[in-house]
């Protein structure tokens, strides 16, 4: 038997699909032949492998049947076909889509001039830069320093003529105060002038004497409460210590007590225990 | 009890398909009824993709229907559709590879197997495991993978294999004798465990 033979004799015995006495016959070949029998329980096990893929629950779809032959409600096979050209269809939608919403929102991308426009609605080109030549621009810049140095010339005049204004204002200011020091300076005599420096040397007394009667008597008002506030302090601190003492002594009677319960326990074992010895 | 009357109904679809020859489109509805989860399955393990299996499926169903009338033996009506949805199997499979330029991307299922091999973890869980094998059986060539539907999904003798494909017994036995064999080394390849399996 070649091994073509003998492989089909193994699928024919794994499928079983042979006549009991064929059956019987590989089977003792298969006892003689650990190799066989190895690669019998290996395709088994692939078998067994193969078993894993269940069968899936379909729905059938809806078919209408013609004279012209048969035509599918559900159209799978366009669909499929569709399929291949879906990433073109992708790219071609969404083109539609950008030119749709360019459309809409009016965007346009204009060039002028060397220069490139790019916004929605109209355009405006109010703003379109001009293209001047060498001379017009150089004509453009002496015309606008003509007109700043007509500037400034006008600006210097008018203030040099608001100076001489104000220089000779002044000039008749200075004559009049010399006049009035000298007339203040006659009027005022030094017993005027005493008299009026003592008078405010006794307002700050006053004023003096004032702020220090205030100060103390609001310090006296602090020091007053400050006191009130530390005497509520010692005193409840002291009520607090006095609770501390009292449950301290309760604990303490607790433990004396649950000691003396305790020793007296252990003697009256020690006396059962002597007791029961004796006995 | 259902799936029981069913299956027997299924191997006696002689009167449905005598009716159908005459014209009568109830009796074809009922014929399809019957047999199309059979042929999707064998749609989905051969291409291990369902879109592919249904498109399959119904081609089979669209080419039963036009070519009924042609089959002489309504006996052999099982498989003669057989053959007819391995032929569509075999027809669907060339088209997907004339399309395979358009596809822009990686095929789904090369990726999906591929995330199964790089999370271990993941192959302990039944319906894992049972992906994987679908995988595999899919990688078999084509002779080696129809024998194996056949014979281990659809519980066909080797004699009736060899009706259906039109090669001899002896033929389909070592078909698959080999993809066994060829799904065994592909599963130790990929650093299963198939003991586990």
């Keep these: ?86 990433p073109f269809i992708a790219v071609a939608a969404s083109l539609v889509i950008v030119m749709l919403i360019g459309y809409l929102t009016n965007f346009s991308v204009t060039v002028q001039d060397q220069s490139l426009f790019i916004g929605f609605n109209k355009v405006n080109n109010k703003n379109k830069a001009t293209t001047y030549t060498k001379e017009e621009v150089a004509a453009l810049v002496n015309q606008e320093i003509a007109r700043n140095n007509a500037y400034i010339f006008t600006r210097l005049s008018e203030t040099e003529s608001n ?117 | 009890m259902s799936e029981t009357l069913r299956d027997i109904a299924l191997y006696h679809s002689e009167c449905l398909v005598e009716k159908s020859q005459k014209g009568d489109n109830h009796a074809f509805g009922k014929l399809v009824g019957l047999w199309f989860k059979r042929i999707y399955n064998v749609g989905l393990r051969y291409f291990g993709d369902h879109d592919l299996a249904m498109e399959a499926t119904q081609r089979t169903f669209i080419a039963v229907y036009n070519n009924l009338h042609g089959l002489k033996d309504v006996k052999r009506f099982k498989y003669w559709l057989y053959k007819v949805a391995l032929n569509q199997c075999h027809e669907e499979e060339r088209r997907q590879k004339r399309k395979t330029w358009f596809s822009l991307f990686q095929n789904d299922d090369v990726r999906r197997m591929e995330e199964v091999h790089f999370q271990p973890e993941r192959e302990f869980q039944q319906k894992e495991t049972e992906e994987i094998m679908g995988n595999i059986l899919k990688t078999l060539p084509e002779e080696q993978k129809v024998v194996i539907i056949m014979k281990e999904y659809e519980g066909m003798k080797f004699r009736e294999i060899a009706e259906t494909l039109g090669i001899s017994e002896n033929t389909a036995k ?22 586990y399996i």
């Design chain 1, 1 to 86: 038997m070649g091994k073509e033979d003998f492989n089909q004799e193994l699928i024919t015995y794994l499928y079983d699909e042979m006549s009991t006495e064929e059956r019987q016959q590989f089977e003792i070949a298969m006892e003689n032949n650990p190799e066989l029998k190895k690669e019998f329980e290996e395709l088994k096990a692939m078998r067994k492998g193969l078993a894993l893929i269940q069968d899936k629950e379909v729905m059938e779809p809806f078919f209408l049947w013609g004279k012209n032959g048969a035509a599918s409600w559900a159209t799978a096979f366009r669909r499929r076909s569709l399929l291949m050209f879906r």
């Design chain 1, 163 to 279: 100076f001489d204004t104000r220089f000779a204002a002044l000039e008749t200011q200075d004559d009049d105060t010399g006049k009035r020091t000298d007339l203040l300076a006659n009027v005022v005599t030094q017993n005027e002038l005493d008299v009026f420096l003592t008078q405010v040397r006794n307002n700050n007394l006053k004023v003096l004497q004032s702020y220090l009667e205030s100060s103390s008597v609001q310090q006296q008002d602090y020091f007053q409460a400050v006191l009130r506030e530390f005497s509520t302090y010692v005193e409840n601190q002291r009520e607090e210590d006095l609770r501390l003492i009292r449950r301290s002594l309760v604990e303490l009677q607790e433990n004396q007590q649950a000691q003396k319960a305790e020793t007296d326990q252990i003697l009256a074992n020690i006396l059962t225990t002597v007791n029961y010895q004796n006995n």
């Design chain 2, 174 to 195: 070592s078909r698959l004798y080999y993809g066994l064999k060829s799904l065994r080394k592909t599963i130790e390849n990929s650093g299963l465990n198939l003991e």
